[in-house]
Nanobody, 127 residues
Framework: QVQLVESGGGLVQAGGSLRLSCAAS????????MGWFRQAPGKEREFVAA????????YYVDSVKGRFTISRDNAKNTVYLQMNSLKPDDTAVYYC????????????????????WGQGTRVTVSS
């Protein structure tokens, strides 16, 4: 079982930066790939980025490539999402999630592959 708590959201102007954190509690955080998803107002939740359990592999949705960076510190049981060059379209509630399987080799982008979710942190980007 993994419990997840996001932090770091807020209001920022377009072009600015934010770093989201997701602190995990429970055993074996380092065994799970981790993902970030977001849900904009009036839209369905979408995949943003993911990192393998070892941290060796990452994957991003095209709209954030080159602007967002996902990383993890297994010693601190924390995964991060560094968001630069933010745009109004990035406005959303951001959720971190842990893969349903330990040591999965292939990074997953579908919500139903993630079993544990945080409560979300809101990011608002003003124009």
């Amino acid at each position: 079982q993994v419990q997840l708590v996001e932090s770091g959201g807020g209001l920022v102007q377009a072009g600015g930066s934010l770093r989201l954190s997701c602190a995990a509690s429970g055993r074996r955080f380092s065994n799970y790939a981790m993902g970030w998803f977001r849900q904009a107002p009036g839209k369905e939740r979408e995949f943003v980025a993911a990192i393998s359990w070892s941290g060796d592999s990452t994957y991003y949705v095209d709209s954030v490539k080159g602007r967002f960076t996902i990383s993890r510190d297994n010693a601190k049981n924390t995964v991060y999402l560094q968001m630069n060059s933010l745009k109004p379209d990035d406005t959303a509630v951001y959720y971190c999630a842990a893969d349903s399987l330990q040591h999965r080799i292939v990074i997953q982008t579908m919500e139903d592959r993630y079993a544990y979710w945080g409560q979300g942190t809101r990011v608002t980007v003003s124009s």
